[in-house]
């Protein structure tokens, strides 16, 4: 369970020297009001002291405002990380040109037809 501290909102708090630290779920709804004076208080974020577990480069990532995908199949990419589209799938052309692009230039020279 993560800890996350408190901070008095527009008061001085008498009762728990300006902070308070409490232990909830990261499901719990943040408090409204200190647990020990009855005061208003705002969670303070940053101080949150614990570390998420499923947390992946991917995430970090998607933190940063960037969608990471992976290749599920030939062109298509499901996303595992960020906020941008689920899934992105190439158009069959897409697809070609990329094979396309992969596969190594022949070189044909046609006697017939030599340049000049
Ligand atoms: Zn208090």
Not at 23 to 52: M, N, W
Not at 83 to 111: H, N, Q
């Amino acid at each position: 369970m993560p800890v996350y501290e408190y901070e008095p909102k527009n008061h001085d708090c008498l009762m728990c020297d300006g902070r308070v630290d409490v232990i909830q779920s990261v499901h719990d709804e943040p408090l409204i009001y200190c647990p020990s004076c009855g005061l208003e208080v705002r969670r303070v974020i940053s101080r949150a002291t614990f570390k998420l577990s499923g947390s992946t480069p991917n995430d970090k990532a998607g933190r940063k405002g960037f969608t990471t995908f992976r290749k599920a199949e030939k062109g298509v990419w499901e996303k595992v990380g960020g906020e941008g589209p689920d899934i992105l799938a190439g158009t069959k052309e897409d697809i070609a040109a990329v094979e396309a692009e992969k596969a190594p230039a022949k070189k044909v020279l046609d006697l017939d037809n030599l340049p000049d």
